[in-house]
Nanobody, 119 residues
Framework: QVQLVESGGGLVQVGDSLRLSCVAS????????MGWFRQAPGKEREFVAD????????SYADSVKGRFTISRDVAKNTVYLQMNSLKAEDTAIYLC????????????WGQGTQVTVSS
């Protein structure tokens, strides 16, 4: 069972940057695809980005393409989400998730980190 711990959230201004981190433990890191999701108040959880840890291939939601970058450090069992040009609508709880690369179910979730973008 993979455990995920996020960090790096905070309060920033429109146009600022933040980098979120997600440290994974309890599994073989390169066997997993890891992703970031977000949930704003009153809205459904939505996909942000994901990365296949073994090969580094990525995918993004259209709303963050060109502004956010997901990456991983295999030696540190850590996935990052670099968020640039933040907008007020990026305000949400950001959650890290993991699934085996052979699975379609996001089975493991972190507790989330709050990102607030103030205008």
């Amino acid at each position: 069972q993979v455990q995920l711990v996020e960090s790096g959230g905070g309060l920033v201004q429109v146009g600022d940057s933040l980098r979120l981190s997600c440290v994974a433990s309890g599994g073989t890191f390169i066997d997993y695809r890891m992703g970031w999701f977000r949930q704003a108040p009153g809205k459904e959880r939505e996909f942000v980005a994901d990365i296949r840890n073994r090969y580094g291939d990525t995918s993004y939601a259209d709303s963050v393409k060109g502004r956010f970058t997901i990456s991983r450090d295999v030696a540190k069992n850590t996935v990052y989400l670099q968020m640039n040009s933040l907008k007020a609508e990026d305000t949400a709880i950001y959650l890290c998730a993991a699934r085996r690369s052979s699975s379609t179910v996001w089975r493991n979730w972190g507790q989330g980190t709050q990102v607030t973008v103030s205008s």
